[in-house]
């Protein structure tokens, strides 16, 4: 799977989480993987919940429509988004 994918009417994000950053950022690596820092920590859930929220306010979309599919206790996550198009998730997260 790409790291953005569109399918059965939503975006899938394949992200890769690193808690406990010094500042909440999203990060475009070589190859298309995308990275996000998050100052959360990986606690009780913490780390996830910012993760929503910050790609949610990242896209400009409400919490309720990013939901974590799989990935839930690894630093590799599948999140699904719905509300936008892949064309618009791509031109927010890597600004092309």
Known sequence: MDAVEAREGCVFLRVRVQPKASRNAVKCEPGGQIRIALTAPPV???????????????????????ELVSGEKARDKVLRVQGLGERDIRRKLFGS
Do not use: E, Q, S
């Open 44 to 66: 009780d859930g913490a780390a996830n919940r910012a993760l929503r929220a910050f790609l949610a306010k990242t896209l400009c979309v409400p919490k309720r429509d990013v």
